[in-house]
């Protein structure tokens, strides 16, 4: 197969699922779990391929003219083909976890032909070769998220979506006139291009610093900067895998991931530190960072809690943007992926508590691990991991994210990420502590007959798998991390050939 083919392929995928989707009848559900399932693992299996001929020195890409002077372009770079990995492989554990989850749920054909439209924009984000395309899948990533979160039809559902909408379109509106503007100044700018902006001079200046924060204005509705962040805590009415995969997957991580392909690909990183822009994507990111932290601190909620903690992490991916250096890099790409592991571990727990329990608030918790002991050690490994401690992959990000503070000259970086573990460790360890040692009610334990305490799972196994999947992905990830194509490998990889000033 050749190399556009297989570009097309893999986005056509999750497309020509969806359309499949919507055609089967609801009650189709075997038919529909097998489609879903099958699509799932043919992208991976795709984009572990294209992993593979990366690696080896081997290009991917496929365009069509749009207009003169303007292309469509899909192209599998190294940066690309990251983002393009997690979503594929988290895509597979959460459409495992929502065909459990929305076992007798009503309209589960609108729910699952939305989310493959979901992962299909995601993956033409990915792989976007410039900024027309890269625009392009960025809004229908909005308008097929829109049903996901209105899914459960209720008042909060749609008041949720209603404000969704308005953050984002806004969002979208600025993106695209920031483009329009930069493609008016220079063309059709593809990633990679950066001479393209690198040749104007000194009067082109406070033009060049404009466009930027009006594209990092664009991109930080989705990456939930503050104060741009609004909708992500509303959104948590949604059900636990529309959470998993806004938070890990497709909405935050798409902001946080054009913000890195600004930075890295269209002004590049000397341009970038050249303009003065670095230092203000550090200082906004240092103010998200905690913001977020202290408003996850105060919640009573478990979502909401789970959501500002997402506020705060992929912030991180920010910061490390804005370290000028080698080191600051590796640190934002990786934890690209090391935050979507940990976060939609910890959303696929606060979903199985809900499911099985009932519990949505943080003081039902006491006792709940010695009910549900396996999905209690999944939230305990994404939860240490988000505080920093190893070997979970959160280690990684913060020490990564510490030494390049050093090497950018900024070692008062350090006191932010020093503030953020502390904060991390206070509104999660009260939750371990709950989970594990507070006494609480034995959530029907006692009612089993002995054999069933033995044999039971704690909850629906198409619940539990995902779960443990993706906990055990976080441990071997920080554990493993010198291995090759592992996530902190890889960055090593890109920052080396693509992205060294």
């Known amino acids: 197969m050749s190399g ?58 496929v365009e069509f003219a749009v207009l003169e002077e303007l292309a469509f372009v899909l192209r599998a770079d190294a940066l690309g083909i990251m983002f393009a990995g997690l979503s594929s492989l988290l895509w597979l554990f959460t459409t495992v976890y929502a065909i459990g989850y929305l076992e007798d749920s009503p309209n589960r054909k609108r729910f699952f032909g939305f989310f493959s439209l979901c992962v299909a924009s995601t993956f033409g984000i990915s792989l976007a070769g410039n900024l027309f395309t890269f625009l392009v899948f960025y809004e229908l990533l909005t308008l097929s998220t829109y049903p996901l979160v209105v899914h459960r039809g209720t008042y909060r559902a749609l ?109 590049g990183i000397e341009l970038s530190a050249k303009l003065g822009l670095l230092n203000g994507l550090v200082a906004v990111a240092s103010a998200t960072i905690l913001y977020g932290s202290l408003r996850a601190l105060a919640q009573q909620e478990l979502k909401p809690r789970l959501a500002y903690s997402t506020v705060s992490q992929v912030s991180y991916i920010v910061l490390g943007v804005g370290l000028f250096g080698p080191l600051g890099t590796i640190a934002a790409l990786s934890h690209l992926l090391h935050q979507g592991l940990m976060k939609i571990t910890l959303f696929f727990c606060a979903g199985n508590y809900a499911e099985e329990l009932g519990i949505h608030r943080i003081d039902e918790l006491d006792g709940v691990g010695r009910r549900m002991p396996l999905t209690s050690l999944a939230f305990t490994v994404g939860a240490l991991g ?116």
Not at 178 to 198: C, N, S
Not at 211 to 226: D, E, N, P, R, S
Request: charged content about 15%; overall charge positive.
């Open 4 to 61: 556009g083919l297989l570009v097309l392929a893999a986005l056509g995928t999750s497309l020509f699922a969806a359309l499949l989707i919507f055609l089967l009848p609801e009650r189709a559900f075997r038919a529909r779990t097998g489609l879903n399932l099958g699509a799932a693992l043919i992208k991976l299996s795709l984009v572990a391929w294209m992993v593979w001929g990366l690696s080896r020195g081997r290009e991917y890409a």
């Open 159 to 267: 008041a949720a979506g209603r404000v969704y909408l308005r953050y984002t379109l806004t969002a979208g509106l600025v993106l695209m006139i920031g483009m329009v503007a930069l493609h008016a100044l220079a063309g059709d700018i593809r990633f990679g291009q950066r001479e393209l902006l690198a040749e104007f001079g000194p009067e082109d200046r406070l033009m060049l610093v404009g466009l930027f924060w009006v594209l990092i204005a664009g991109f930080g509705v989705k990456a939930a900067i503050v104060p741009l962040h609004g909708w992500l805590p509303r959104a948590m009415v949604a059900p636990a895998p529309v959470s998993a995969l806004l938070h890990a997957v497709a909405v935050v991580k798409a902001g946080a991931f054009g913000i890195v392909r600004l930075v890295y690909d269209v002004y």
């Open 386 to 501: 988000m505080i920093g401690l190893p070997p979970v992959v959160g280690f990684l990000s913060k020490w990564y994210l510490g030494m390049g503070s050093i090497q950018a000259g900024m070692p008062w970086v350090i006191a932010v990420l020093v503030a953020s573990s502390l904060l991390n460790a206070a509104y999660f360890l009260p939750l371990l502590d709950r989970l594990w040692f507070r006494p609480g009610p034995d959530h029907g334990v006692g009612e089993w007959p002995e054999e069933r305490r033995l044999g039971r799972l704690e909850t629906h196994a198409w619940l539990l798998v995902p779960t443990m999947a993706t906990a055990l992905f976080c441990l071997m990830a920080g554990a493993l991390a010198g291995l090759p194509f592992s996530p902190l490998e890889w960055a090593t990889r890109v920052t080396n050939v693509e992205y060294l000033p």
